[in-house]
Every structure is written in structure tokens, then in C-alpha cells.
């Protein structure tokens, strides 16, 4: 080798021994940060998970300067004098090249948004199985939530149902459900187990009876399955925010201060959220999997604020709006609409990952990304957790 290949050959290694350093530099700096992160839902029905016009809940944060926000929402174009909000901007074409025009932007990374998905009338049947079958499992010794077992069943549920049930019977028992979680009295829970016995008169499998006596028998521990759950447990956006602060306290470590959109359920459980951004506890990883997080949660304050106070909302509102008309697109098939079609060509599935609670075909661990590897199981220790937690002062009040 000559002695200009050999220096050439440095030069390139020193180069790309700088970047990897620079990259690193960055990281370290990035992880010392506390910066403000900035929520918005949309789809937001709490409980109602079977509303008809809003099918997708979407819980979107992110974290710009107040000039990077600015510079997001003039690529909208808007001339109005109100604030941006998607409802708004999507009513004409111009609004929805603004929209898209903001979601193309090289800002919209997956260092600076974050994204959950709820597909809702799914997430009820998660939830039969989360709240009901799971704990009657537990009483037996068995752990649900071992391989994703409590995913994979929910999966075959949902299909199942839909495919195997007469669609107003289906409903009526989801809508018992709902009222029982919410209710818990004794008379919704008779309604809700009659719901769940007339679905068997007009299955059109018999080999799926097993299944819908399998929930039946639930019956018998319910009143203890469903002691400590409160009528908030069927809202999206308590789970969303809990899973996106996992989420932001893995890149920032030493914590950031959560800007949430008014929010009413959110402000109802702001004590929940106190303890669960416990500082003073050790830090503790739970979970299984690809589920694993640590727990304390590394907000280190909870705020609400109006849109208007603050660029980054409106961004917020635009990014979970965006999601959730996709998704909804995505859920029904949509071919034709121009936004969606747009919205679509954006490969919005890189940010997403496993962050939705949607519903899949797939049933094995392997395909499920849940092969058990050890861990703790989360709905012991959290519990444990929380008993213990002193709630923190700068998100309690």
C-alpha cells in the first residue's frame, strides 16, 4: 500500500472516529437534559369505547423550542387569526396540505414526538381479558402474562367475537361491560353476565363456547377482580401517558416536566401520576419482554395549559390528530379519501412500533416479540409500588 493510500486510509478512519464521537457527546449531553414535553389526545370519548364517529384514540407529546413549533406551524399556511387545530385545518383541501405539509417535515422525528395508538372497541376486549380472566387466572397460580398470553388471547377474542356473534348482541355486551366497570354494582353485573349468556343461542361456532364460557366463569372471583378498579380503568388516555413517561424517562434519565392539554381524566388522576413519579423509591424494572419499564416515572412536574399558551400544543394537536385520522383510515380500509391517502405515504408505522393497543392475527410469543426472558411480574409490583409511594409534591398540586 502506498504511503497516500495509507494516509488517505487515516484520514477516513479519523473522520468517522470524530462522528462517532460527536454522536456520542450529543447523547451524553441529551441524557442530562430536563427538558418540557408537550401532550395532546385525540379521540379522547373516556370510557365510551364504542363510539361510533371517533374508533381511534392517539396520545402525541413532543419536545420543541418555541421556535422550532413556530417554524412547524407556518408550513401550514394558515392566515387565520385563531390558534391551529386540526378539526379546523382538515374542513378544506388548503388545511389538509397544511397538515400534511407539517407532517413531512424533517422535525417530525422520532427524537422529538412520541405516539400511542388505541384501537377502542380492541381495547375493550383487552380488557375483559386484563380485568377479568387474568385474575382468575392469577387465583389458580397461573401468570397470564407470561409469552403474551394475555395479548395473544385478546387478539383471538376480538376476531372471534366480531366473526362468531350477532353484532347487536356483541354490542349490548360490550356496553354491560362498560357500565359494570364503571357501575359495579350488583345489578351490572347480572346484566353484564346475562349479556355474555345470550351470545351462546346464535354463535355461529360451537367450538367457540368454550371461550365465552371461559369469560362466564369469571363470575364466580369478580367482585374481587374488580376491587381497586375505578371507572377511569376503560380511559386510553391514563395508559397512553403512563406509557409515553416510560418512554421520554428512558432518553432523559434525569427527568423532564410534563405540559399536558387540558385534560379532565388526566387532572382527576394527578395523585395516581404523583406516586407513580415517586423520587424518593429505587429505581425498579417490571414487567416481561418487550413490556419491561422502570418505575419510578422520571416526570419530575405535572402542568395543564390551553393551546393558546403554547405553540408546541398546537403542533401536539396536529401530530395526534394526523395519527388518528390515519388510523381510523387504516381500521376501515379507506381507499379514496384524499388526507388519509396523503397522510398514508408518510410511513407513519416508524413511529409507532409497539407503542397501540391494536388488534393483530398473531398468537405465538415469537411473533408477538414476548418470549419470556425473566423479569417481575407488573401488576404485583406496581401494586406494591404505589402502596409504598409518597406522592410527589410538583405533580400532586
Known sequence: MSRNSQAKRKSKHAKKTRKRNLIKDKTIREKLRVPHIYFDESGNTGSNLLDKDQTIFTLASCQYSDAEAEKLLGLIGSKSAHEIHFKRLKRRKAGQDGIVRLMSSKL????????????????????????????MMHLRGEDLYLNGQNIALSNMLYYCLGAFCDDDSLKEMYDSFIKMIKEQTDEAIDDFYNSVESLIPDLRSKDFEKYINMILKTRRCVKDALNGIDKFSLDPSIPALFAQCVNWGEKYPKGFHVIHDDSHTIEKQRLLFAQFMDWTQDDIELGYDRRKYKLPLKGKSLTFSSSDSHYQLQVADVIASSFAYWAAGVSRGEKEDYLFLELEKLNFDRFIGHNKIWPTKDVSPEDLGTVHDGGLNAAAYTSYFLMNAEPNPQVAT
Request: hydrophobic content about 55%; some cysteine; overall charge neutral.
Open 108 to 135: 417530525i422525528c422520532k427524537d422529538k414526538i412520541a405516539i400511542n395508538i388505541f384501537h377502542k372497541e380492541f381495547m375493550l376486549a383487552s380488557k375483559i381479558v386484563d380485568i377479568l380472566i387474568e385474575h
